[in-house]
């Protein structure tokens, strides 16, 4: 008489068990990674900043001395990120703006530059060592007032006083007009001059030779309104001589 043989068969299907913990590791570490991530992001962020910050300083310093400005600049950066371009030895843009100072005798009410493809050494830059920025191309314009303008025509040896008129108009007296009155005069830019010329009188012309802020600047028109004068000028291959020693 055969017997036979009953299988039973169990929940065990011949894997191990699952681990119930697996699935919180997996987010924990998931968590972690996350968080090292904003923490190292954080850190960059803070270094980039730190850096811009710092070379706008310097770098204002640098130029106030380079153009003999008797007032400090603000320097600004363009790009969204610093280091790499700090660290590339170039710049897209970068703004440079001073107000109320003299450069070379001359008084101004503001001076803007507006710096494109700016190229520099980025090991004597942070070394403080002496070094060159340039601007590749670029613009600018420089405002004064009439008793500016005034004191720069008069410290070159042109006696005449200027005004500016409620309607943007220029007007001169000068002793060396045929009569003893104030002229209205038109103006121009003459290489490097600014030339003003009265309307009554064709054969008289007055000029004053314009301070080169940068090597590599070209002065290119003057537009006159009730308060200021504003020259306009633009940049090429312009040049800013940075960590030169004092003296």
């Not at 699952?18 to 699935?23: F, H, I, K, Q, Y």
């Not at 380079?66 to 897209?92: C, D, H, I, N």
């Not at 490097?192 to 290119?220: C, D, E, W």
Request: net charge positive; no cysteine; aromatic share 8%.
């Amino acid at each position: 008489m055969s017997r036979g043989i009953t299988v039973s068969k169990g929940p065990y299907s011949g894997r191990p068990p699952a681990r119930p913990d697996r699935g919180r590791r997996v987010t924990r570490t998931i968590g972690l990674a996350f968080i090292g991530l904003i923490v190292a992001a954080t850190l960059y962020f803070m270094l980039d900043l730190g850096s811009r910050l710092w070379a706008e300083s310097y770098v204002a310093g640098q130029v106030q001395k380079s153009l003999q400005m008797t007032a400090r600049p603000s320097v600004s950066f363009g790009g969204t990120l610093f280091l790499p371009e700090l660290f590339g030895g170039k710049l897209s843009s970068a703004e440079v703006k001073a107000t109320s100072f003299e450069a070379q005798g001359v008084g101004f009410v503001e001076v803007d530059l507006h710096l494109q493809d700016v190229s520099f050494s980025p090991l004597k830059l942070v070394l403080h060592k002496p070094s060159t920025i340039t601007a590749h191309a670029g613009s600018g314009e420089a405002s004064m007032t009439d008793v500016q303008l005034t004191k720069a025509f008069q410290d070159q040896g042109v006696p005449i006083v200027v005004r500016f008129d409620p309607e943007g108009n220029v007007r001169v007296a000068s002793a060396r007009l045929p009569v003893s009155v104030t002229v209205t005069v038109q103006a121009a830019i003459e290489e490097g001059r600014l030339v003003l010329r009265p309307t009554r009188f064709k054969n008289i012309s007055f000029a004053v030779s314009l301070p080169q802020l940068v090597p590599g600047m070209t002065y290119r028109s003057v537009a006159f309104d009730d308060r200021l004068g504003t020259l306009r000028f633009t940049l090429n291959d312009a040049t800013f001589a940075v960590g030169q020693p004092s003296g």
